[in-house]
């Protein structure tokens, strides 16, 4: 007996039933009243508040109805919808809030991970694989902390498995500002801890099911049909890796493929139980919050490093000695051998495609390659119609995000695989460094850093890009100089995005400065917080000087003493240093 409901078992086969629920009368569907909130406006992510924010009465549940409402019942009534999320606190209630609201709004079907994980990249495989009709929710603030007094995150994803585009998510914001009641079945309990099929009456619709399913399979299933596992396993027996999942989602994946399917020892991977709080890890791949990573990869006792975020879409990669692979090099390494990596073998040509902040080293592969390669503002969901149209197939972000086309979703075990696939395949010492090195030589570097001004003020984080934007006009063709170089501003803009495959325009999307060397300056107010503002500056710069590869901090310091100047960013936020400085 569950709830009101009594459950039925049928054995399907090892550990997985198909339950029938049989109730005294159908679920009854309650009409609530409700007042709108003013803020629930998507970011680049979907949602993000403070989990304190999410615990009002009605804010979830009004954020869900409005994202049904602007779908349209054409698509909710009688779909089949994707549900999962990171294991942060909050994700099991708000899960069964959403199967309540699931039931209530006429979705047939909703298959959704066992206790509620499943990490970004498999929502977005699921969806794909199973043609999911209403697409996905993912329950996730990402690579923000959880924990009661920290971040919860939802999004929603459309039926190619990818992020929500603008006009869906303002359309969500819309119907969010003038929300009056939403539906749900209260009495409905759903048993998410148990593999199988539960199927329930709803008065006045047809039956809801709800499938529970083991979330790493389809996942697992297409990584195998991705990679030769056979040749990385054979590169692992001699090649001894550290992969941390930061207590996030990725953990169970990582266990199914490094230690099941490519025979690691299972010490290879660590911190691999979904904590509600991360186990007070900040689950952000990078070199200030992947602390755990880098003092490991510092001993030099491991050849391969990769640490994932809280729900599985962002990596870093470290070689032997803490070599930091930045993300922006990581991209275009991939790119330029993509050709170990079988499911390439077997694709259709196609091309690449980077965020606008992205440093630029794979738009110097894409044209070695004689291939297109396409620049996006920032956030996943501008990759999508490319990739739907065949236009790219490999693509990333500076902000440790990279992937293909294989889903609709960045994904991090993924490119931990793809760099494995390489250096399997590479003759170039089997090292990240020699390959990262190597590739240098061949293409030169393009040095790039990001600093993030976290948690300044709202206020102070608009006057930072005012001051900025207001200048725009007047900086071209200005001369600046510092640390004895001098850059010549050539572009100045607000970057905006003509979509090539839909005509949808996107506008202002970070203020760029160009110079007339190609290096450049970008500043962003980001999207993927809860609470403040964060400021992030990006610094490119490029040279083909193998003399100064090894001299990171003295190619970018006299580019971002300029840029700190232009935006007299820290008088105004009182920071003498960046939060994060990648």
Same mark, same amino acid.
Request: aromatic share 10%; glycine share 10%.
């Given at each position: 007996?569950?709830?009101? #409901? ?23 569907? &309650?009409?609530?009243?409700?007042? !709108?909130?003013?803020?629930?406006? !998507? ?75 499943? &990490? ?22 990402? #690579? ?10 939802? $999004?929603?994803?459309?039926? *190619? ?11 969500? +914001?819309?119907? &969010? ?8 079945? %209260? ?36 990584? =195998? ?14 090649? =001894? ?13 990582? $266990? ?30 990078? /070199? ?9 990869? =510092?001993?030099?006792? #491991? ?19 803490? +070599? ?17 990596? @079988? ?39 501008? +990759? ?8 790219? *197939? ?53 040095? +790039? ?48 995005? %003509? ?48 003399? /100064?590869?090894? %001299? ?5 310091? @006299? ?10 960013? @820290? ?12």
């Amino acid at each position: 007996m569950r709830g009101n #409901h009594l459950l039925q078992y049928i054995p399907l086969g090892p550990n997985r039933y198909l339950a029938i629920a049989s109730v005294e009368m159908a679920l009854e569907v &309650s009409v609530v009243d409700t007042t !709108p909130f003013g803020d629930q406006k !998507p970011g680049t992510s979907g949602l993000r508040k403070k989990v304190k924010v999410f615990q009002q009465t009605n804010y979830l549940e009004n954020f869900v109805q409005s994202t049904f409402d602007a779908i349209g019942d054409s698509v909710i009534k009688g779909g089949h919808l994707v549900l999962g999320g990171d294991g942060r606190f909050y994700n099991r209630h708000a899960i069964a809030v959403i199967l309540q609201m699931c039931a209530a709004n006429g979705v047939a079907k909703v298959t959704v991970g066992q206790h509620g994980i499943m &990490s970004t990249p498999a929502v977005s495989a699921t969806i794909r694989f199973l043609k999911a009709s209403a697409g996905g929710i993912i329950l996730t603030a990402s #690579h923000n902390p959880g924990g009661p007094d920290n971040d919860f995150g939802i $999004k929603y994803n459309i039926t *190619n498995g990818g992020p929500a585009p603008e006009k869906i998510t303002g359309a969500i +914001f819309e119907h &969010s500002k003038n929300l009056k009641q939403y539906k749900i079945c %209260k009495e409905l309990v759903v048993d998410i801890e148990t593999l199988g099929t539960t199927k329930f009456e709803v008065s006045g619709l047809s039956t809801f099911e709800v499938e529970v399913i083991d979330s790493c399979d389809i996942y697992v299933a297409l990584m =195998k049909k991705i990679f030769n596992f056979d040749q990385i396993s054979s590169l692992l027996q001699s090649f =001894k890796v550290n992969i941390d999942c930061l207590n996030g989602v990725t953990g169970p994946y990582a $266990k199914r493929i490094f230690v099941k399917e490519l025979r690691c020892p299972e010490s290879s991977v660590v911190n691999s139980t979904p904590l509600e709080d991360f186990g007070g890890f900040h689950p952000d791949p990078n /070199l200030t919050y992947a602390k755990s990573l880098l003092d490991v990869m =510092k001993k030099g006792e #491991h050849d391969f490093g990769a640490a994932f975020d809280g729900d599985g879409d962002r990596n870093m990669i470290l070689g032997r000695n803490a +070599f930091f692979v930045n993300p922006n090099d990581s991209l275009a390494v991939i790119a330029a051998n993509q050709d170990f990596i @079988p499911y390439f073998k077997s694709g259709q040509p196609s091309g690449f495609a980077r965020s606008m902040p992205t440093g630029a080293a794979v738009d110097l592969v894409a044209v070695k390659k004689q291939k297109k390669c396409f620049e996006v503002p920032t956030g996943w969901k501008f +990759f999508g119609n490319l990739m739907d149209a065949g236009l790219i *197939n490999l693509c990333g972000e500076e902000s440790f995000g990279t992937g293909s086309d294989h889903i609709r979703e960045k994904d991090g075990i993924w490119a931990a695989l793809a760099w494995l696939q390489i250096l399997a395949c590479s003759q170039e010492g089997k090292s990240v460094e020699s390959v990262v090195k190597n590739h240098w030589k061949e293409y030169g570097r393009n040095f +790039f850093t990001r600093y993030d001004y976290e948690e300044v003020s709202s206020a102070a984080g608009s006057q930072v890009m005012n001051n900025v934007e207001s200048q725009l006009t007047e900086l071209i063709g200005k001369e600046f100089e510092s640390g004895g170089m001098k850059y010549t501003v050539n572009v100045a803009d607000n970057f905006s995005y %003509k979509d090539p495959v839909d005509g949808s325009l996107t506008e202002k999307q970070g203020l760029r400065i160009v110079m007339r060397d190609g290096s450049r300056v970008v500043f962003r107010l980001s999207g993927t917080g809860s609470s403040g503002a964060t400021i992030r500056l990006y610094v490119d710069c490029y040279s083909n000087d193998a003399s /100064l590869f090894e %001299k990171e901090a003295d190619v970018l310091k @006299p580019l971002v003493d300029i840029a700190l100047k232009i935006s007299n960013l @820290p008088q105004v936020t009182g920071r003498a240093a960046p939060s994060v400085i990648t």
